[in-house]
């Protein structure tokens, strides 16, 4: 739930966190809880307030030049991505993405969803723990 942030921008700013980092497996909320971030950062910031709403604000009008909707009513996810292609030198873009690969990847709660355990270090490290048993591999 938005607080310093437009619901439709964090809405947005969620579509727009599955399609830069697409994984059918993950389930809305932990991309919901990144974009949380965003909304936290825009309640302490001004400028990361602007940076968020003027960002989602071009976005959606690029989709509606494009598409005649909102970025996050685009129906298919190639035109989403095209969409962020355009912008992704922009400021905006790279905070966004900047921000999700640490957020996203670093929720202890998505990784069993890939399979990872965890650090290892205090559990003895990985040589002890089937750093090899990588059985896919075999079938490849």
């Not at 809880?33 to 960002?55: M, R």
Request: no cysteine; charged share 30%; hydrophobic share 40%.
């Amino acid at each position: 739930s938005a607080k310093a942030l437009k619901p439709e921008t964090f809405a947005t700013l969620v579509q727009m966190s599955r399609d830069t980092y697409p994984h059918d497996r993950i389930a809305d909320r932990f991309y919901a809880k990144s974009v949380q971030a965003f909304d936290d950062a825009a309640a302490k910031s001004d400028d990361d307030k602007a940076l968020f709403e003027n960002g989602v604000t071009g976005l959606n009008e690029a989709a509606k030049g494009a598409h005649g909707v909102p970025y996050a009513e685009v129906g298919w996810e190639i035109d989403r991505v095209a969409l962020l292609r355009a912008i992704e030198k922009s400021p905006f873009f790279q905070k966004v993405r900047g921000s999700l690969v640490v957020s996203l990847y670093n929720n202890p709660e998505v990784w069993p969803i890939f399979g990872y355990e965890g650090e290892s270090a205090s559990k003895g490290g990985y040589i002890s723990r089937g750093f090899d048993d990588i059985d896919w591999l075999d079938k490849a």
